[in-house]
């Protein structure tokens, strides 16, 4: 049950808990939280990776902490939709918090291209950061931007599925 289609997440997530969305990178991994009505990603941090033992343990710890019903992964999809090793990598890291870590919150994943790039755009141009508060700030931007995507997705599919008209019995 764990890893589910995004499609099905929200009825995975038990009433009242939170999305974790993540920015899985290779040297960290950006993490932003949704608020409990799933409108709003915040971002909150980075774990900065070592051992998978002790990357599982920090983010345990920040869905007990921050009562996290379910996590949306970034999938780092090539421009042409294709999977690269990226990707399998993000999924791999998935199935270990499943099985190594015993991860019991459903997880999905969230095409995230151009997640990073446009978090750099706008922390260029908009905010006129310098580059070493970017590196800062840009891997949890990216994982709120992937997480409000996938917010913004979630909600178009409710409503979407409150408006089709009722079968006849």
Do not use: H
């Amino acid at each position: 049950m764990p890893l589910v289609a995004f499609t099905d997440l929200l009825s995975e997530v038990p009433k009242g808990l939170r999305l974790l969305g993540l920015d899985p990178g290779t040297k960290t991994i950006g993490l932003a939280i949704s608020d409990g009505s799933f409108m709003v990603a915040s971002p909150i941090g980075t774990i900065k990776r070592s051992k998978f033992t002790k990357d599982a343990q920090e983010l345990a710890g920040i869905c007990k902490e921050r009562e996290v019903g379910g996590l949306i992964m970034g999938l780092p999809v090539n421009m042409d939709g294709s999977e690269g090793p990226r990707c399998q990598s993000v999924r791999q890291l998935a199935q270990n918090l499943i099985d190594k870590a015993g991860f019991t919150q459903p997880i999905a994943f969230w095409d995230e291209r151009l997640s990073t790039s446009a978090v750099e755009r706008f922390l260029v141009g908009e905010a006129d950061m310098t580059r070493k508060r970017r590196a800062d700030v840009v891997d949890k931007m990216a994982a709120a931007y992937i997480l409000q995507g996938a917010l913004d997705a979630l909600a178009n599919q409710s409503r979407a599925q409150e408006s089709e008209p009722s079968q006849p019995t």
